[in-house]
């Protein structure tokens, strides 16, 4: 018998091996079990966690659980996440668009009401801010509530990030009164938050590329990729 032949550590390093391996999958399937079915909830929960923080229109379009972007982290994803302003009917233009986001949650608050995020990724997007002709902004949406998430101290915030991260996603900002235009696209971006207080601290390393800086167009770009 093979196996007898095996020395003890072998035998109990090949065991040990195949119930990590029996125990992920296990993990993995009553992940994508509970996201199955509790996906309208989770979607709603995520929702209303934004709109605490946030004005405007956030939509997301579907969701599932996937090991394939950080293994053998599993994450959630958001499929085709959206955020517009109250007039996008008229200019069709979302503040952001996102193909996916990656929701890399700690496995033992996944079913509480507070989740721990260790990472999320925003991946494939444009974040498209601008000024129209008429002086109309949908820079407003990045204020956020402030006045009225100062009206709910006593409610602690719903998920706390440790890292969040850029790939592939482009940026437009345009002010056509002032003739200025700013194009730039991040293909790798890595951040570590750090928070004391109301105090954010980031830091970063980033693998971007200007496309275009745009300062007075009628003078022509400072810098054009």
């Known amino acids: 018998n093979r ?5 003890r550590w072998s035998r109990i390093s090949i065991w040990s091996a195949g119930v990590i391996v029996l ?18 909830a ?3 929960q995520i929702n209303d966690a934004v709109k605490e923080k946030v004005v405007g229109n956030f939509n997301i379009e579907d969701l599932d659980v996937t090991i394939f972007k950080n293994f053998p982290n599993i994450a959630i994803r958001l499929k085709n996440v959206t955020l517009s302003d109250s007039l996008y009917h008229k200019h069709q233009r979302n503040l952001l668009a996102l193909e996916e986001v990656y929701v890399f949650v700690k496995t033992g608050s996944l079913f509480s009401t507070k989740k721990k995020v260790k990472r999320v990724t925003l991946a494939n997007g444009r974040f498209d801010l601008f000024t129209n002709e008429d002086g109309y902004t949908n820079g407003y949406l990045l204020k956020g509530k402030g006045e009225e998430v100062k009206d709910k101290k006593e409610q602690p915030n719903m998920y706390d990030i440790d890292v969040i991260a850029l790939e592939n996603v482009a940026f437009s900002i345009a002010q056509l009164p002032k003739n200025k235009a700013i194009q730039f ?3 790798q971006l890595k951040g570590l938050l750090y928070s004391e207080g109301k105090i954010v601290t980031i830091k970063t390393d980033i693998d971007a590329d200007i496309e ?5 167009l009628k003078k022509g770009a400072f810098l054009k990729n």
């Open 3 to 7: 196996w007898k032949r095996l020395p």
């Open 42 to 44: 989770l979607i709603s």
């Open 212 to 216: 275009q800086l745009g300062f007075n």
């Open 185 to 187: 696209r991040i293909d």
């Open 23 to 40: 125990l992920f999958v296990l993990l993995f399937g009553l992940l994508t079990w509970y996201v199955n079915n509790n996906k309208k």
